[in-house]
């Protein structure tokens, strides 16, 4: 009864300031059009508190569904979640089948979602099979009021090699010589051939867990991003940190190097 009577007045406070943070937004602070967001911290939450690895993907997952609601309640149009990096496939056996199993459950809820429209950013490659087969069943196309990239087999430096791969099959398939790719070569051709073109770079990234670090993620894209981190593992991470970061870059001076 103690602690449940010292819960609530915390609840109501952070109600309070989440509302204040809202009303903040609603005037005068410009809210990120394509927010990205490393999900990290999901094992050590899961020691912290006696549960198992599987255990703290599984609360990630849950967060993340829940982070996309607040994103859709400030209207941001798009979502880049940095979900299993080409790394984290060389994890042990045991631990890759569960983060299979549990993303693609993931992205089968995020799919059924309203609105949300899901594309796959990585190298679906080196994905395993059944995982690939899941994710792409699910992806889908057409209008929407906002769209969710699930970076999966993702690798920053790979996404470029892979980039200027495609720019140079695509321009040599065209009968275009060496030389001239070469000499026409520009930032706005690779930007076409990554796994985001079309898409507005991200605005804001967000990391979880205190770590002060990318990771490879969006290593192009993220050129001119603001970055808000966050010391809260990905599981308890808030709707208040969220509104925080928002605030946080809309109070900021952005020149793009200018």
Same mark, same amino acid.
């Given at each position: 009864?103690?602690?449940?009577?010292?819960?609530?007045?915390?609840?109501?406070?952070?109600?309070?300031?989440?509302?204040?943070?809202?009303?903040?937004?609603?005037?005068?602070?410009?809210?990120?059009?394509?927010?990205?967001?490393?999900?990290?911290?999901?094992?050590?939450?899961?020691?912290?508190?006696?549960?198992?690895?599987?255990?703290?993907?599984?609360?990630?997952?849950?967060?993340?569904? /829940?982070?996309?609601?607040?994103?859709?309640?400030?209207?941001?149009?798009?979502?880049?979640?940095?979900?299993?990096?080409?790394?984290?496939?060389?994890?042990?056996?045991? /631990?890759?089948?569960?983060?299979?199993?549990?993303?693609?459950?993931?992205?089968?809820?995020?799919?059924?979602?309203?609105?949300?429209?899901?594309?796959?950013?990585?190298?679906?490659?080196?994905?395993?099979?059944?995982?690939?087969?899941?994710? /792409?069943?699910?992806?889908?196309?057409?209008?929407?009021?906002?769209?969710?990239?699930?970076?999966?087999?993702?690798?920053?430096?790979?996404?470029?090699?892979?980039?200027?791969?495609?720019?140079?099959?695509?321009?040599?398939?065209?009968?275009?010589?060496?030389?001239?790719?070469?000499? /026409?070569?520009?930032?706005?051709?690779?930007?076409?051939?990554?796994?985001?073109?079309?898409?507005?770079?991200?605005?804001?990234?967000?990391?979880?867990?205190?770590?002060?670090?990318?990771?490879?993620?969006?290593?192009?894209?993220?050129?001119?991003?603001?970055?808000?981190?966050?010391?809260?593992?990905?599981?308890?991470?808030?709707?208040?940190?969220?509104?925080?970061?928002?605030?946080?870059?809309?109070?900021?001076?952005?020149?793009?190097?200018?």
């Amino acid at each position: 009864m103690k602690e449940d009577s010292v819960a609530r007045p915390v609840s109501l406070l952070y109600r309070l300031y989440e509302r204040r943070l809202l009303r903040e937004l609603d005037k005068s602070v410009p809210v990120p059009r394509h927010v990205g967001v490393i999900t990290d911290g999901n094992r050590r939450w899961a020691k912290e508190f006696g549960a198992t690895t599987a255990d703290g993907h599984r609360a990630g997952a849950e967060k993340i569904v /829940e982070f996309l609601g607040w994103c859709d309640e400030i209207d941001v149009d798009i979502v880049t979640l940095y979900v299993l990096s080409k790394e984290n496939l060389a994890r042990s056996a045991e /631990e890759v089948a569960v983060l299979i199993e549990i993303i693609s459950d993931l992205v089968e809820k995020i799919a059924a979602l309203k609105g949300v429209r899901v594309q796959l950013v990585g190298d679906l490659d080196i994905l395993p099979p059944g995982l690939r087969a899941r994710l /792409e069943a699910v992806t889908s196309v057409g209008d929407c009021a906002m769209r969710v990239n699930v970076a999966v087999g993702y690798g920053g430096r790979q996404e470029i090699v892979n980039a200027v791969k495609s720019l140079l099959r695509t321009r040599t398939d065209d009968g275009t010589d060496l030389e001239t790719i070469i000499s /026409e070569l520009s930032p706005q051709q690779i930007g076409e051939h990554l796994y985001t073109k079309g898409q507005p770079d991200p605005d804001l990234i967000i990391r979880s867990s205190g770590e002060q670090r990318l990771s490879g993620f969006l290593m192009w894209q993220s050129a001119y991003s603001e970055f808000y981190f966050c010391e809260a593992y990905w599981p308890d991470f808030r709707r208040t940190d969220f509104l925080r970061a928002v605030r946080d870059y809309g109070l900021r001076q952005r020149r793009f190097g200018k």
